[in-house]
């Protein structure tokens, strides 16, 4: 009963309505796109939507006045990711 | 914001109660949070004061501001909030990330996933902060919701989270999830990952 209770809801859908553009890529451009789309296992929409969020996600932190690094899992070293 | 229907087992009697799920957390929630939620926040953290239980065997969440947490992830596109109300009352929180981390398990290392940065149940749900509580599934609704957005963003299911000690047990032995160990990169806290199979397996 309980379980049945809770695993019935899910009928809806989280994302909001969407909206439709162009996106005009050169050959090498939308060469990586493929590339990402099939090593992430996800369709090119998609690695759009998430190169978005993640633009937008350190774009905020740096306006916060925060640092971005990126380092290396292997020798610790880091190098600032800075955008212009 | 969108609501949609669901149920939570009143833990006294075993009957299940209408609740809602709200897919972003309201400056009516925060207020609910602030009235009634955190009062007992306050009151549990002076019963452990009292005790003398040291700082850092506090239940971690304790300390979540959920109203800075709301208004700082408003506008990002990688947050996503969630909520679920039942009689009126704030009964669960949730934040998840779509872009913090990918995945770690070898059948699924460097996807995409929905990570979960923060769940917490209201106290009056938890058998740690009172002696009845009163209903029964939010931490497992949250769980499925983030399955859900997982599969909306052609995720497949794909989660993950860093595990407050209180839950682990909860997220290998209810959800199903992969135990990874501590991650000396997140305060030791250990990090579990559900796959496309364990999604399926918890959802069915």
Redesign the interface.
Known sequence: MYLWCIYYIFERKFMAEKRTMTLNLTETEMNVLEDLAAKKDLNKTVVIRQALRLYQMVDQRIREGKKVFIEDSMTKDKSELVLI | M?K??????RRKT?E?VEAE?W?DISDEHIQLWQDDWLPLVEEAKQTLERAGVPREKWPQDLHWKWDKKTIWSRG???L?RFTITCEEKLQGLMLVN??KMTGRVAEQK???LAYIEFVSTAPWNRPDMTKEPTF??VG??MV??AI??SR?????GRIGLHSLPQATRFYREICGMTELGPDGSYHGLAYFEMTESQALKF?S
């Not at chain 2, 909306?152 to 497949?156: D, I, L, M, R, T």
């Open positions: 969108e949609s229907l669901l149920y939570l087992e075993g299940a799920l897919d990002l596109l990688s996503r779509l872009t460097g996807k995409d029964r599934g497992s609704v499925r919701v859900e957005l909306e963003e052609s995720f497949h959802c």
